[in-house]
């Protein structure tokens, strides 16, 4: 489990308890309304918390459509595959699942990475190589 889920579920917890902490103080139909809303409140996060990793990839997959415009009007002809960081295994949870990385069939040994807001707004953000690299067909 990365840090950043036991910050959320800490969070969440410590929401919960506060909320069921309330519901103890009051009395009657206040009670059960606040006992209520703490339910919906879990099975809310539990519905975010499963459906995450699904949204994630349906924006990963948009945001490489928007990249793929961009290098096929800066890079005409050219072939790329891209790399992306499989977000949903252990060992991977530090990498941003955001930043597509894209490796031209010209530059093998040099991964661009690539960040996408929208279809017009595609920027480099930097690039890495197993090799010293002086010239970089393309950097932008």
Do not use: C
């Not at 959320?8 to 929401?15: D, N």
């Not at 009670?31 to 519905?47: D, E, M, N, T, Y």
């Not at 499989?86 to 490796?103: A, F, L, Q, T």
């Not at 031209?104 to 990475?113: A, N």
């Amino acid at each position: 489990m990365h840090p950043i889920e036991i910050i959320e579920l800490m969070i969440v917890g410590g929401i919960l308890l506060v909320i069921l902490l309330v519901s103890f103080i009051l009395k009657g139909k206040w009670r059960k309304i606040i006992q209520g809303l703490a339910i919906l409140f879990l099975v809310s996060f539990g519905i975010f918390y499963y459906v995450r990793p699904y949204w994630i990839d349906m924006q990963i997959e948009k945001k490489v459509g928007y990249i793929q415009i961009h290098l096929e009007e800066q890079y005409p002809g050219e072939k790329w595959k891209y790399q992306i960081a499989p977000h949903r295994e252990d060992g991977y949870e530090s990498s941003n699942p955001y930043y597509i990385g894209v490796i031209f069939d010209t530059e093998p040994h040099v991964e661009y990475k690539y960040f996408a807001r929208n279809n017009g707004d595609v920027i480099q953000q930097g690039w890495y190589s197993s090799r010293s690299q002086s010239d970089l067909l393309h950097e932008e």
